[in-house]
């Protein structure tokens, strides 16, 4: 257990999370359900007074001028200095900070919500609400949207271990509610986290089932313990010391260690285990087919929506938007797909889990291309035809992918597992390394396109571009911008049987390869 340091505070130690059921009964889940309903409109009225601050921002004459500076090619850096500074004190001018938000919802909470809300809970409502407007205001975000009533799915959090919303000795406390914790039985992972000291909790709601559940989440002092048998063995296998490279791309990823060479699919459980994919599919044709037989004024005769100009009056809501009718058939669908989408992304993180551990059996010191996976997902912006005429190409990229198999999230819990053990996550310099286009028999860079699967050395060797980029990747030097030929040239050898071996398996493999990964079976 990590030593809090004089000087060092909370938020700078370790912290991980052990999540527990509650053991809610009817009359306690209404209450707690009250709680959430404060929590939600606290929320919206944030939302709804900052949207006028935030309009009124962008309307004053120190924006407009700011502004006007930051995007002129000739303005100077100390001129673009002064303007951020106009921007920042304009923004705390019209409230739009950190502690705008945290005294806003105290003049907000009033009456019946200051009695359910604790002062700690609200600022960590605000403190949320205050991020979705600093991504707007950063230009990450395009707009702030409200909590619906009819999302059940929220978190409540705290600051600390003291007020009425805490836990204390195996019960969580709400509003003088006492609840017990469902403790497992025999469980020596919750046992030892335990033993850490708690720096403040949670409250979750979710829908599972159908059935709405109560969760605690107790943020703890340290990194999370690892996983023992009954023996008092590690659980997983881990290779302290070594190095790993990894290349990772949108669906497939690919490690390279003196220990071994594997390669495979991230989250490879949601398409070949759970078929989700095939019944998301099919959900999503029958809302569509039922939304447009409620709705039949929304669409032309091509099936294209109409534009909102041409709606008819009486299908419009007061704020003169789309007045949507949804069937009770179009409601079973959208429980059933949230459900499917629930069930996805559990597997999701426990395949990802697993993943880790399987690199953490390679080694400790990882090394992998910095990437930025938000800009894959974007659509493209320039507009390409086929061959055939009239025939416009889509703009789409790689979104869906992204989505199923979440590589960003995969490299963030291999960060903090990594770091837990000792180890430690180096992310090379993408537009320097380039481990896709080196050769480090010649030393030359050869750009490649995206449907060039294999790269072919001097020597006329063939090799799979991914499984030789994270062999690239594994050979990077300190300074992680350019890579130790003389290294790559000493251990190849070793590598290429490893990496035969591998392909040898792969051609084998039973389940879901995409045909991007090159891979002949």
């Known amino acids: 257990m990590p030593i809090h340091r004089p000087g060092q505070t909370v938020r700078e130690t370790p912290t991980h999370v052990l999540t527990l059921p509650l053991d809610v009964e009817p009359w306690q889940a209404a209450d707690l359900g009250k709680t959430f309903e404060a929590a939600r409109l606290l929320y919206n009225s944030l939302v709804r007074y900052f949207l006028k601050q935030y309009d009124l ?4 004459r120190q924006y407009k001028i700011s502004a006007a500076v930051l995007t002129d090619k000739k303005a100077t850096k100390a001129q673009k200095f002064r303007a951020r500074r106009v921007l920042a004190n304009t923004r705390e001018k019209f409230g739009l900070s950190r502690t705008g938000f945290e005294s806003k ?3 907000l909470c009033k009456g019946w919500l200051a009695d359910r809300l604790y002062s700690m809970v609200r600022q960590r409502i605000a403190n949320d ?7 707007l205001l950063s230009g990450k975000g395009k707009q702030v949207k409200f909590k619906s009533y009819y999302d059940k799915e929220a978190t409540l959090r705290n600051k600390w271990t003291q007020g009425d919303f805490r836990y204390d000795n195996g019960f969580f406390i709400c509003n003088k509610i006492t609840i017990p914790v469902k403790f497992p039985k025999d469980d020596a992972y919750v046992a030892e986290c335990m033993t850490h000291r708690v720096k403040y909790c949670g409250l979750s709601r979710r829908v599972i089932r159908g059935k709405v559940r109560y969760y605690i989440s107790l943020y703890l002092e340290g990194f999370a313990p690892m996983k023992v048998t009954p023996d008092g063995e590690l659980k997983h296998s881990v290779a302290l010391g070594s190095k790993v490279g990894i ?14 060479v594997w390669g495979g699919v991230l989250a490879a459980e949601i398409g070949s285990v759970q078929k989700m994919q095939n019944q998301l599919r099919r959900i999503n044709r029958a809302m569509d087919r039922s939304r447009r037989a409620t709705n039949p004024w929304a669409f032309d005769e091509d099936g294209q929506i109409v534009d909102i100009d041409q709606v008819p009056a009486e299908h419009k ?14 409601e079973a669908l959208k429980t059933r797909r949230k459900e499917l989408y629930r069930k996805q992304a559990a597997i999701r993180r426990l395949s ?4 880790v551990y399987r690199v953490l059996s390679y080694g400790t010191e990882i090394h992998v291309e910095k990437m930025n996976f938000s800009a894959l997902a974007k659509r493209a912006k320039e507009t390409k035809t086929s061959k055939k005429p009239g025939k416009t190409l889509s703009k789409k990229r790689f979104g869906k992918s992204l989505a199923n198999r979440a590589p960003a999230m995969f490299i963030g819990m291999l960060q903090l597992k990594v770091q837990a053990i000792g ?6 310099n993408t537009f320097k390394v380039k481990a896709s286009q080196v050769d480090h028999q ?3 860079y050869v750009k490649k396109t995206l449907n060039q699967r294999y790269h072919r050395l001097q020597d006329g060797t063939e090799i799979q571009r991914d499984f030789y980029s994270a062999f690239i990747e594994e050979h990077v030097d300190e300074e992680h911008n350019s890579v130790d030929f003389e290294a790559c040239n000493r251990d190849f050898p070793d590598f290429y049987k490893m990496y035969q071996a591998e392909v040898v398996r792969l051609a084998a493999y039973k389940g879901y390869l995409p045909s991007s990964f090159g891979i002949k079976r």
């Open 57 to 60: 921002y962008l309307k004053s």
């Open 423 to 428: 180890g430690a996550l180096y992310k090379s």
């Open 247 to 260: 290349d990772i791309g949108t669906q497939t990823v690919t490690l390279s260690s003196r220990n071994g």
């Open 105 to 107: 919802s105290s003049d």
């Open 352 to 355: 990802h889990r697993l993943l």
């Open 129 to 135: 609400c205050w991020a979705a407007f600093s991504k």
């Open 317 to 330: 809501n007061k704020y003169g938007r789309r007045d949507w009718a949804v069937s009770k058939r179009y």
């Open 442 to 444: 010649t030393r030359e």
